[in-house]
């Protein structure tokens, strides 16, 4: 009986353990959504305030009365459909060409046709672009679009992104196509396909999760980045989060409008991510396990 009970106790503590862990691990893992969630919750808690309420001490986490005013300021805010036109412009237009050129070259540089030693020369030289911080080249990029007048157009905007995000197409896509089989090009060739055939008749579809994951990086760069859209534009080619920002200045800001653009600015990416998750999640693990 001794042994018996005692057996018992033991496999109740483990219960009692097991149960412990599990409850603090759920714990831990709500505390860190909270962190993350709560920085939206309180961008769209700012957006439905009233005016009165965006700056009281202590801060109202739940208000009372909602108001719809912010949201119908900014789109009636003049020139805003046209800024929501230049944002998706810009953010289409350079994200198609950045995965487009950067996967071609990515899958040059995957490939035998040169030889080692210059394309590992061609991808330090790439990713020296990307080493340095925008701030370092906004200045030339302004005096460049500038003296060819290019200045405050939607061109100058795709040309910049463009070329910031080739460095971090190829890196990343040289992965995926270093990850292929070499057996299936082979097949391929053997069935008579040339180059173009085999990249996107065949490697291209098998890298999709890939590719879907470089688009969602490049489309959120481009939708989101601020510095070279300030000065760049100036009223044609402005951009949402030029736009965003116009909101505060040093004298005043205007947190219940700015809040509903960045709720408005979030929603896109919400759901280009909602649409794409099956294919980021396949495309962040892709090639991290080996059979």
Partial sequence: MNSISSIESILFRNKVKQATRRVLFYIFLGVILGIIIFPFYWLVVTSVKHEGQTQTYPPIFF?????????????????????????????????S?????????????SKTYLSENIRKAFLVAILLVRIFPPVVTTMPYFLIMSRIGLYDTLISLVITYVAFSLPFVIWLMLGFFQELPIDIEKAAIVDGCNVWQRFYRITLPLTLPGLA?????????????????????????????????????????QWGPMSAAGVLMVLPVLVFSAFVQKYLVRGLTFGAIKG
Wanted: aromatic share 14%.
């Fill in 63 to 95: 208000p009372r009365k909602l108001t719809t005013a912010h949201y119908i300021h900014v789109f009636t805010k003049e020139g805003m459909g046209k800024n929501l036109f230049n944002s998706v412009t810009t953010a289409l237009s350079s994200t």
């Fill in 97 to 109: 060409l950045a995965v487009l050129i950067g996967s071609l070259a990515a899958y040059a540089l």
């Fill in 213 to 253: 994951t470089t688009l969602a990086f490049c489309f959120i760069y481009a939708w989101s980045e601020f510095l070279y859209a300030s000065a760049l534009t100036s009223q044609n080619a402005k951009t949402l989060p030029v736009v965003v920002g116009s909101f505060i200045s040093d004298k005043f800001a």
